[in-house]
């Protein structure tokens, strides 16, 4: 899946979702392709006339019955075919023209954060970001638990799997109103204007989880990996589970993660982090001869001197 336009991948400041996984392998039955298509068939000749659209909704990475039953076909269809499909076209609209058409999707999620005080392609861009994060967060047959680097880490910053989960589970019910809990990797960094900050030992490096209100994830905290999602509006579950949202959240938990894909995205994550403190250490580097450069204001007064006798 490719979000981004040729021109912006290279700047990316971060990896998109799709980046993050090996090319969806569908592996699905002729009849069940016939039916997906043809109920897809007007969403592809939707998107027909987007050509000269940046951003391109792309469908999840399975047909959308390979949830079912635990997340039926409406569903996808309404969340995937009308909510998500809303935002990227909203997104083209409000980009069109503007500065913000030159970025990559990541980067308009960021720069339209702006500290906090939104531009307007904020809501759609964060929106149509997490919702493929999303998407790509399942797979069919899903659920259980994750293995190797992954599951160590999470028995290390939670203490047991169960722990993680209740916190999980716990972030996503509480999450007031509209919004997304997230399992996310957090680079232990000051973040105060003029701190020296050492580099991270493996320890500093923390799995944590966090919950965000509306169309907020964590890309817009520097220094915050995201790897697994779950959406909480209400149009995410409301078909299946009506208001019951924790048994939604249970049995996402339990059938529905694709752990291959955390497990994928914390790798990058680990790679994209050492990639910084590699640019780091190289700017510390290049300062070093500046700072013990004579300071010019040594020579101000003799300037002042010199001046004062012309
Ligand atoms: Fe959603």
């Known amino acids: 899946m490719n979000w981004l336009s040729s021109s912006s991948t ?23 392709f016939k039916v997906w298509k043809k109920k897809n068939r007007c969403i592809r000749k939707a998107r027909r006339i987007e050509i000269s659209a ?9 047909p959308l019955n390979a949830l079912e039953p635990i997340m039926s076909q409406e569903t996808l269809e309404y969340h995937w075919g009308k909510h998500h499909r809303t935002y990227v076209d909203n997104l083209n609209s409000q980009i069109d023209g503007t500065d913000l058409e030159e970025k990559s999707l990541e980067d308009t999620v960021v720069i339209s954060y702006n500290k906090g005080d939104f531009l307007p392609a904020f809501n759609n861009a964060a929106q149509a970001w997490n919702h493929d994060f999303f998407w790509e967060s399942m797979k069919p047959g899903g659920g259980g638990k994750p293995s190797g680097d992954l599951l160590k880490l999470i028995e290390r910053d939670f203490g047991s799997f169960e722990k993680f989960l209740d916190e999980f589970k716990t972030a996503a019910a509480t ?69 019951r949202r924790p048994d939604y959240i249970s049995v996402f938990m339990d059938k529905l993660v694709s752990w291959d894909a955390v497990s994928s995205r914390l790798e990058q994550a680990k790679a994209r982090m050492m990639e910084r403190e590699k ?12 700072s ?19």
């Open 292 to 310: 013990s450069e004579p300071n010019p204001e040594i020579y101000s007064d003799s300037d002042a001197e010199l001046g004062a006798d012309e």
């Open 54 to 62: 940046k951003f391109v909704l792309e469908p999840p990475p399975y």
């Open 10 to 32: 290279a700047a990316s400041t971060f990896l998109s979702p799709s980046a993050l996984l090996p090319p969806p392998t569908h592996g699905f039955s002729s009849v069940t």
């Open 279 to 290: 640019e780091a250490e190289r700017k510390k580097r290049e300062e070093k001869p500046r």
């Open 175 to 243: 999450q007031f109103g509209s919004g997304w809990a997230w399992l996310a990797y957090k680079e232990s960094k000051l973040d105060v204007g003029n701190a020296v900050n050492p580099l991270s030992s493996d320890e500093d490096k923390k799995l944590v989880v966090v919950k965000t209100p509306n169309a907020v994830n964590p890309l817009v905290w520097n220094y915050y990996h995201p790897l697994l999602t779950i959406d909480v509006w209400e149009h995410a579950y409301y078909i299946d589970f009506e208001t």
